[in-house]
């Protein structure tokens, strides 16, 4: 077994089935959520679209509120203004050109306002259960502490995974780093001594942390 390989399986059976974190009913609602949660936490996201989606629900409903009135019903997560501005655009877009449903291919998703490669990523991968890898955050981090990529680059970085992740692993990688992330190998503090994966990782062990 590969060093990478057994970074995968111990994830795996450490996180058990990797999920999204962010609340959903529908495939629009879950765009939604994914357009808002850029520079947001899944917690604020889930604040703000519990309220919103208990009333509004499709496309429709949300045209119904205009630019403003969902900006003052986001207004607690990052960039909301420009947020606000993009789900009215897309959801015009999915009413006029795709019958209101999410479409379930690249191009497509990434001709919407506000979507871009990792957010189409997202979707894809949730909604569809396509094997593509969205590099967020968190999975640009470890993907540099674990030695997977040195690109520093979405793009690049996700090249770089689709290189070397086991085919058996590309559906849930992406949720598998993210989670890891977020609970464990955190940003400015991460927790090491209980990480199931110190043995291998090169952070552990680079003598960056001091």
Not at 36 to 47: C, F, M, P, R, W
């Amino acid at each position: 077994m590969t060093r990478v390989e057994e970074i995968c399986k111990r994830l795996k059976t450490s996180i058990g089935e990797p999920k999204t974190e962010l609340g959903y009913f529908s495939d629009y609602m879950f765009l939604v959520a994914v357009v808002l949660s850029a520079q947001t936490t899944d917690v604020q996201v889930n604040k703000v679209t519990a309220d919103l989606f208990a009333v509004h629900k499709t496309p429709d409903d949300i045209l119904k509120l205009g630019t403003e009135g969902l900006a003052a019903k986001i207004c607690s997560v990052g960039l909301y203004k420009s947020k606000a501005k993009h789900i009215i655009e897309l959801s015009r877009m999915l009413k006029s050109k795709f019958n209101s449903k999410v479409p379930n291919s690249q191009e497509d998703l990434e001709s919407l306002p506000g979507v871009g490669r990792k957010t189409a990523n997202v979707v894809l991968n949730t909604l569809f259960g396509a094997p593509v890898i969205a590099v967020d955050t968190h999975v640009l981090r470890l993907s540099e502490r674990l030695g997977f990529s040195a690109a520093g680059d979405p793009l690049k970085t996700e090249s770089d995974l689709e290189k070397i992740i086991p085919a058996e692993y590309k559906k849930d990688v992406s949720n598998l780093l993210v989670l890891h992330g977020r609970y464990v190998c955190k940003a400015k503090k991460p927790e090491c001594g209980r990480c199931v994966l110190a043995d291998l990782c090169e952070y552990e062990h680079s003598g960056i942390k001091s």
